[in-house]
């Protein structure tokens, strides 16, 4: 059974530039999240979905943030435009279950320089 | 706020040394509790979970946690680690309040050396 994926692994943007990074979680896991690590601090939620709605975006930093999950399959992450301190290591997560206890299965993480 | 502290972000150990990595958690309610494990240039990897029941819980390579409810910690340790155990170790918290989503702590590198 394929993991988590995630693509692309590495993206150097300048400031201003859009970015979209793509996740695709395991097959029938209709739960996906999107979380970022800034360097140096720890790992944030971001945002989560069940299928194709998003359940909770208490994590997004501001409207430059856009994330969609068409279909409830895989799901994208734009930033737009993007600024400096959007630099970090983005990682995606998808779940079985739709309850605290149940096992998020990670991604090897995008990581996005903005210049 | 919810979080987690590792108070340590670097931990030095020689190969066939024991090691403890701290974790604290903030909260009055119900939480559950994580150990990742994210090893050079690969994702996060469940290592093990406290959910309810023993307050010890193992993984399958040695790690052992032990859930301290009085003292809200969840502290990670090993007998003897193997060079192989070089890794981050994240520890995270859900809380049944939050549905799902996990609060992790800054991580510690753990770095082995012969």
């Known amino acids: 059974e394929a993991g988590v994926t995630q693509f692309p692994s590495h993206s150097v943007i300048e400031k201003g530039q859009t970015v979209t990074l793509r996740c695709d979680p395991i097959?029938?896991?209709?739960?996906l999240y999107w979380y970022r690590r800034v360097m140096g601090k720890e790992i944030k939620f971001l945002l989560h979905f069940v299928k194709e709605s998003k359940q909770d975006e208490s994590g997004m930093p501001n409207n430059r943030f856009l994330a969609e999950r068409t279909g409830g399959t895989y799901s994208t992450l734009k930033v737009q435009p993007a600024e400096l301190e959007d630099s970090g290591v983005y990682f995606c997560?998808?779940?079985?279950?739709?309850?605290?206890?149940?096992?998020?299965?990670f991604g090897p993480g995008t990581r996005l320089t903005v210049t | 706020a919810q979080s987690v502290t590792q108070l340590d972000s670097q931990v030095p150990v020689f190969e066939e040394a024991p090691v403890e990595l701290r974790c604290n958690y903030s909260s009055s309610v119900s939480v559950y509790l994580f150990w990742y494990v994210q090893y050079p240039n690969q994702g996060l990897q469940l290592l093990l979970k406290y959910l309810s029941g023993s307050t010890l819980v193992e993984s399958i390579n040695g790690f052992e946690a032990e859930f301290n409810k009085s003292q809200t910690s969840f502290h990670l340790r090993k007998p003897s680690v193997h060079i192989s155990d070089t890794a981050e170790y994240f520890c995270a918290v859900s809380y049944t309040g939050t549905a799902s989503k996990l609060t992790f702590g800054t991580g510690t590198r753990l770095q082995v050396t012969l």
């Open positions: 097959s029938g896991h209709d739960n």
């Open positions: 997560a998808s779940s079985q279950v739709w309850v605290a206890k149940d096992e998020q299965y």
